[in-house]
């Protein structure tokens, strides 16, 4: 068995962190690592469970005390792509932002723009409707001067 008994299963990027056997990631089983021989009847055997695809860590940080001299170049590298990172996300939530006001907007202006067209229209059908009663009125001899009184 190695020194390590878990192995690092995910990336400095990706926050999802999956603890993986020892036994799982090496491809060995436990039944020929331990020296009792006996395996856990509740954990099912590594072969059902699939083989273990780790993500690459693209630039691991070393584990010694010291920073050396190329150190600050990796660590401005690592901050300008975390800010261009986060420029894209506040850009993306502002587009979204953005065009959700909008919809919203035109959603709105949309709806008064409908009630004010059917006011219109209403406006228009009984302005036609008077027109058509006064000229009914006129031929039927009701208001106004005949050809017979003049």
């Given amino acids: 068995m190695g020194r390590y008994t878990t192995v690092q299963a995910y990336a400095d990027n990706n926050p ?3 603890a993986v056997d020892y036994h799982q990631a090496t491809g060995t089983t436990a ?3 331990s020296s009792s021989g006996s395996i856990s ?3 099912p055997p590594p072969a059902s469970r699939g083989p273990v695809v780790a993500e690459k860590v693209d630039n691991p940080y070393g584990s010694t005390a010291g ?3 190329g150190e600050f170049h990796v660590y401005r590298h690592a901050r300008a792509r ?3 990172r986060w420029k894209k996300i506040n850009e993306d939530e502002a587009e979204r932002t953005a065009e959700e006001e909008f919809r919203n907007k035109l959603a709105t202006d949309t709806k008064s723009e409908a009630g004010k067209t059917e ?6 059908e009984r302005a036609k409707e008077a027109k058509r009663r006064k000229k009914n009125m006129k031929l039927g001899g009701v ?3 005949t050809k017979e009184e003049g």
């Fill in 16 to 18: 999802n962190m999956r």
């Fill in 31 to 33: 039944a020929a690592a």
């Fill in 41 to 43: 009847a509740a954990a």
């Fill in 67 to 69: 920073a050396g001299s």
């Fill in 82 to 84: 975390e800010m261009a």
């Fill in 119 to 124: 006011k219109r229209r209403r406006k228009r």
């Fill in 143 to 145: 208001g106004g001067v």
